[in-house]
């Protein structure tokens, strides 16, 4: 599966195109798309108002919406947060650090447009999708 990052799903919401969201609409009917429940937070609370953000559920809950992980993942995130900042890789959100340990632990893709994501595939063996450019 391909768990689509926040960063990808607010630019194809919003109408701006990216490689990462050319990718998404020209695969969305071969490939199986999912997100995890922080990734559904992250973009329902940016919406301006409830009526939008029902609409956006909505469209994002005909996707997989996976649990993200659990004590387990937690930990491991924590490992490969402290690794990276060992290696002079500080991650800027511990919710990337929850995403990403979760798609290396359960052998998800990860499709995103986010710099925090990049330590994780170089030294965390983190699946990333690279649409051509």
Partial sequence: MIIVDSTVWIDYFNGVRTPETD???????????GLTALILCEVLQGLRDDGLAARV?????????LDGGDAAVAIQAARNYRKLRARGR?????????IATFCI????RLLHRD????A???LCGLSVVHPVH
């Fill in 120 to 122: 994780f595939e170089e």
């Fill in 115 to 118: 710099r925090d994501f990049d």
């Fill in 105 to 108: 632990e359960r052998g998800h």
């Fill in 90 to 98: 500080t991650v800027r959100s511990t919710v990337d650090a929850l």
């Fill in 57 to 65: 559920e909505a469209q994002l809950r005909r996707f997989e919406i």
């Fill in 23 to 33: 990718w998404f609409h020209a695969e969305a009917q071969r490939q199986r798309f």
